[in-house]
């Protein structure tokens, strides 16, 4: 069984920061990809940012410039910078995880964090 714990959400003003983290756990052999998505209330769930096994990233354009994902290979842990919030990136953000387990490979997914940006 696969676990994807995220962390980090809440409430925060525009302009500030927060840093979301994503832990992995569980029977895994291997991650290949890790990434953030969100979805705001009346809107499909899109991706915010993406980083594979081999350290390369990427960002939806809204997020560009103001968002850093990074990870930590030996945690199984994906983090999620955020800088210059805006409002408009009020949502909640899911984590999700590309990887092989003892039986096979598939896509696992976090339970949310609210992320809310408001004065």
């Known amino acids: 069984q696969v676990q994807l714990v995220e962390s980090g959400g809440g409430l925060v003003q525009p302009g500030g920061s927060l840093r979301l983290s994503c832990a992995a756990s569980?029977?895994?052999?291997?991650?290949?990809?890790m990434g953030w998505y969100r979805q705001a209330p009346g809107k499909q769930r899109e991706l915010v940012a993406g980083i594979t096994s081999a350290g390369s990233t990427n960002y939806a354009d809204s997020v560009k410039g103001r968002f850093t994902i990074s990870r930590d290979s030996a945690k199984n842990t994906v983090y999620l910078q955020m800088n210059s919030l805006k409002p408009e990136d009020t949502a909640v953000y899911y984590c999700?995880?590309?990887?092989?387990?003892?039986?096979?490979?598939?896509?696992?997914w976090g339970q949310g964090t609210q992320v809310t940006v408001s004065s």
């Open positions: 999700n995880a590309d990887l092989t387990t003892n039986f096979r490979r598939s896509v696992y």
């Open positions: 569980g029977s895994i052999l291997s991650i290949y990809a």
